[in-house]
């Protein structure tokens, strides 16, 4: 693990605490996962909960249960169908946190946002994630004359996971919230995004884009940088290529969760500031330097993007290094 550089201006108080230049996270404060039961951030809860306490903030709680046995001392899980929350008819006129949101933010120091669905309707986009979404794209293609963005508009108000839903609305919910709800100093915020964002335009990232899911990722980046400039606190956001890795099962590592893709051999880790790199990324590495980046207070204030290359897996102080270069 990297050297810690501990120092803190931490500190409780009551309702839309501002930090100002975004506090350096301590031992034992909080972090809230979101989407703690996805592939990836099941691992970001495991890894975090090394140091600090985890709010892990999920659909179906005993989905993960198993995966974090042993760890239920420092790893508490909430119950939330932001959907839900996002397609809500009664939305109120001030700045809230929903009731399901509130005790897994409100004493949070930090935050990662691991949310996101497929860039194409899959099972994924599914309210459970496991069924087929085939008859619904098919009836909004054909109410919309085929007219894709409105079929997607369609697709949106029946609350399914898109894009829009997703990386958009249902980030913006939970940043809101986190802001509402804080009754503790909030320090810093981690999205994990894609690369392409920013290239959205450039081959061959409009194909991605057809069904909304870089506009809809630029939405949710949007809100968390005017968020962080208006609070206070530091962001960023981590630019993986196309996941691969896992599945993962057991939740026993040694050292870095690098370890658990042993048998790839693209485990080497290269970042690169901005959105400027191509390629692809194991679901571990993304795990592991989300946890280093808030253990090291490293790229503060930036977005970078991360991709495994071919070679061995790195240190854990050699990708602390590329971090604090960033």
């Not at 550089?5 to 931490?10: R, V």
């Amino acid at each position: 693990m990297p050297n810690f550089p501990w120092s803190g201006n931490g500190g409780e108080g009551k309702g839309l605490l501002k930090t100002t230049n975004g506090g350096i996270l301590q031992p034992g404060d909080t972090v809230a996962v979101v989407g703690a039961s996805g592939n990836v951030g099941k691992l970001v809860a495991l890894r975090l909960s090394d140091t600090y306490k985890v709010n892990g903030i999920v659909r179906n709680a005993d989905s993960v249960k198993p995966f974090f046995e042993g760890r239920e001392d420092s790893i508490s899980l909430f119950e939330t169908d932001l959907l839900e929350e996002v397609t809500s008819t009664s939305k109120p006129e001030t700045l809230s946190c929903p009731d399901s949101l509130y005790p897994a933010l409100c004493d949070a120091n930090a935050i990662v946002i691991c949310t996101g669905t497929t860039a194409f309707p899959t099972k994924a986009w599914s309210r459970s994630g496991e069924f087929s979404v085939t008859s619904e794209v098919i009836n909004a293609l054909l109410d919309s004359k085929f007219d894709v963005r409105e079929a997607l508009n369609q697709l949106d108000a029946k609350g399914l996971n898109t894009p829009r839903n997703v990386d958009n609305l249902s980030n913006k919910l939970v940043l809101d919230a986190w802001k509402a709800s804080s009754k503790v100093s909030r320090k810093r915020a981690i999205m994990l995004s894609s690369i392409g964002v920013t290239r959205r335009e450039s081959m061959p990232f409009p194909i991605l884009n057809a069904c909304g899911v870089l506009d809809a990722k630029a939405a949710g980046e949007q809100a968390l940088m005017d968020s962080a400039s208006e609070d206070g606190f530091s962001y960023t956001i981590v630019r993986p290529g196309q996941l691969f890795g896992g599945p993962y099962d057991n939740n026993y590592y040694l050292g870095t969760l690098f370890q658990l893709d042993k048998d790839s051999e693209t485990q080497d880790v290269n970042l690169g500031k901005g959105d400027i790199l191509l390629g692809d990324t194991l679901r571990s590495t993304l795990a592991e330097v989300t946890a280093q980046l808030m253990e090291g207070n490293s790229a503060r204030d930036v977005d970078f993007a991360v991709v495994n290359v071919k070679g061995d897996a790195p240190t854990a102080d050699s990708v602390n290094e590329k971090l604090v270069a960033l």
